[in-house]
């Protein structure tokens, strides 16, 4: 009976956040929106406000017909990334994370006496005092112990809140035919109506299913066997192919040797890196900006670079957001007095820290969203109409630079079509 992983997911996360900070909330329905306007929805809900039917993505003025009385704080994400890091410090007491999935999910792998239940489930206990200990007593967590990370992300959602559910491999398939297709991590909708076609309906007839069913439906064997392996309580490793970073690098040609030159040239490869990272199907969580600048009467070059972790994303509005930033901590800049001036020469941007786009979690920020759709419509209109028909406007006049085969020599599965 292995039970490899323990799985750690925050009940009602953002709220949690809020009713610990703020006392006076614990007892009141509340739900976190990202800004103070009646036209946004709902990010989080409490539990007392999910029992009303309030959900992530209830309009405002739905929730407040559905739960009277509910109170809505404005999100406050630094402070729930300070919290998070709390809970990440308190499961690092107990044992080491392996992976963290998002601002609320996490996942630990078990060895030894702690893959036997009894353990386990100290474990676990422990990991819930924990958190209590250093982020509070209102930071409330499911934890799933399962075969594999799938199924112990499954236990952990069959209970909640503060739920503690062990599913070992034995038990499967019993343990899940109640469930729901779109209960399993990776499979959306879109995903259910594809599952549909080729005859699965119910749960179990996706854990009877073959491998090569699985291979067809889901448009790869890699894939197919993957599932069928997971479903079977299988230690399936991680996808073999992992992409480590995105990179883009151009020599700037003498005219756009400046400043603006610089920046505008550095948008553009921005952009492309942005566009084929959803083309390849990954997010990142870190960026950096770089770029050598020549030197002295000896020509010696300097090169300057700079890295920031990024919420995971693949827009291409929130890299930009990012690149710009970073492209202002520059140390040379053009007619700024009392720095030396230097001239850049070649400008780069990296994007790393990727993973699998079946992994992240979407941000719930409307911001980001709407950086998104924004970002679906620029690969619609560009892969349909020809490079760069749309761009953003920091590459206007732009366009033309930092050609194609610049990428070929470094991506070698590059498509023309992404540019
Ligand atoms: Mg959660």
């Not at 976190?32 to 992530?56: H, L, W």
């Not at 009385?69 to 890091?85: C, E, L, P, S, T």
């Not at 699985?214 to 992992?242: A, C, F, H, M, N």
Request: proline share 7%.
């Amino acid at each position: 009976m292995p039970l490899r992983y323990l799985f750690i997911d925050m009940n009602s996360f953002f709220a949690a956040c809020e009713q610990q900070d703020k006392p006076h909330l614990r007892n009141k329905p509340v739900a976190v929106i990202p800004t103070d306007a009646e036209t946004t929805s709902c990010i989080a809900a409490c539990y007392r406000a999910k029992a009303f039917g309030v959900r992530t993505g209830t309009p405002v003025w739905e929730a407040r017909r559905l739960c009277p009385g509910i109170v809505f704080q404005v999100a406050d994400h630094k402070r729930y990334v300070i919290m998070h890091n709390r809970v990440v410090a308190a499961v690092q007491r107990v044992l080491p994370i392996e992976t963290i999935m998002s601002i609320d999910e996490m996942a630990c792998r078990l060895t030894g006496d702690e893959r036997q239940p009894p353990c386990a489930t100290a474990i676990a206990r422990q990991i819930k005092d924990a958190i209590y200990t250093l982020a509070g007593d209102q930071m409330h967590c499911s934890i799933g112990i399962g075969p594999n990370p799938l199924l112990a992300k499954i236990a952990a959602d069959m209970q909640k809140p503060n739920g503690l559910t062990l599913l070992a491999d034995t038990e499967i398939p019993e343990a899940l035919l109640h469930l729901q297709l779109t209960d399993f991590p990776g499979v959306g909708p879109r995903m259910e109506r594809r599952l549909k076609l080729y005859g699965i309906f119910t749960v179990a007839q996706f854990c009877r299913a073959s491998a090569k069913t699985l291979s067809e439906i889901w448009g790869s064997q890699k894939l197919g066997e993957r599932w069928y392996r997971l479903l079977r309580g299988e230690d399936v490793p991680d996808t073999p192919i992992r992409r480590q970073t995105v990179s883009h690098s151009h020599v700037l040609p003498p005219p756009l040797r400046t400043d603006d030159g610089a920046f505008g040239v550095l948008m553009r490869l921005v952009h492309k890196a942005a566009a084929r990272l959803r083309k390849i199907g990954y997010w990142c969580g870190a960026m950096s900006v770089g770029a050598s600048f020549l030197g002295n009467e000896y020509g010696d070059s300097v090169w300057w670079e700079e890295q920031a972790r990024v919420p995971r994303c693949h827009d291409t509005p929130a890299l930009v957001a990012t690149a710009a930033h970073l492209w202002n901590r520059r140390p040379w800049k053009a007619g700024v007095s009392g720095t030396e001036h230097r001239v850049p020469f070649k400008v780069s941007t990296v994007l790393s820290d990727l993973v699998p786009a079946h992994s992240a979690t979407p941000s719930l920020f409307d911001d980001d969203r709407r950086g998104e759709h924004i970002s679906v419509a620029l690969d619609t209109v560009n892969n349909q109409f020809g490079t760069n028909v749309l761009y953003l406007g920091a590459m206007f006049g732009m366009r033309d630079t930092a050609p194609t085969r610049i990428a070929f020599t470094q991506i070698p599965d590059f498509d023309r079509r992404v540019n």
